[in-house]
């Protein structure tokens, strides 16, 4: 079930620093009291091979979110000691050495069984041979999630195992987001900062369609 337009669940999960310390996190509380956008990324496992090329790809792109007063963090149901184990692995052999965003450890699966995006069916797309084979691990899908100051969600997306995200869209969301919430402006199809947007009416409709 969708949660676009509600409030993230409030609800406390443990995370991993990249010095390995451990923590409690509530994505909601956090941003609300720091008054700042979230993007939440779910991936399915540590040590696999899609996934490391998307948390690489967060962090090149950290210093832009922060620009847009965005919080990056990363989840997975590894634990946290995995999670250490892959941050202190170089780029070069798989690992995210370099990583410095919070990664939640949802090995409980709480959170990720609350959203819905658990591979329920103990089925995992092999990367390698491309192939579905059976895994017992239970793990999540390609799961993101925009969440503005108020812990509202204003984005979910899931992808399938073998496709990763574009770090880019939604650096581009947040933009359209945070427009709209200063201007009272919505963003027509493929809106990009700086470009034309619209009165949310007939009249503003109108005008766009005909100068566009």
Known sequence: MSIVGKKFPDLKVNAIDEMGDTFEINILEKAKKENKKIVLFWYP??????CPTELHAFQDALPEFEKKNTI???ASCDTAEVH????????DDGGIEGVTYPIISDSNRNL???????????ERYDDEDGHLTVD???????????????????????????VGRNVNEFLRMI??????????????????????????????????LSSN
């Open 136 to 162: 017992g691990d239970n793990v999540t899908y390609r799961a993101t999630y925009l969440i503005d100051e108020e812990g509202l969600v204003f984005h979910e997306g899931v992808n399938f195992f073998p």
């Open 112 to 122: 990720s069984s609350r959203l819905g995006i658990l591979d329920i069916t103990n």
């Open 84 to 91: 250490f184990a892959w941050l202190n692995t170089p780029k």
């Open 175 to 208: 933009d359209a987001y945070t427009h709209v919430q200063k201007h009272g402006e919505v963003c027509p199809a493929n809106w990009e900062e700086g470009k034309e947007s619209m009165k949310a009416d007939r009249k503003g409709v109108s005008s766009y």
């Open 72 to 74: 990056v963090i990363g």
């Open 45 to 50: 496992k540590d040590f696999t091979y899609v």
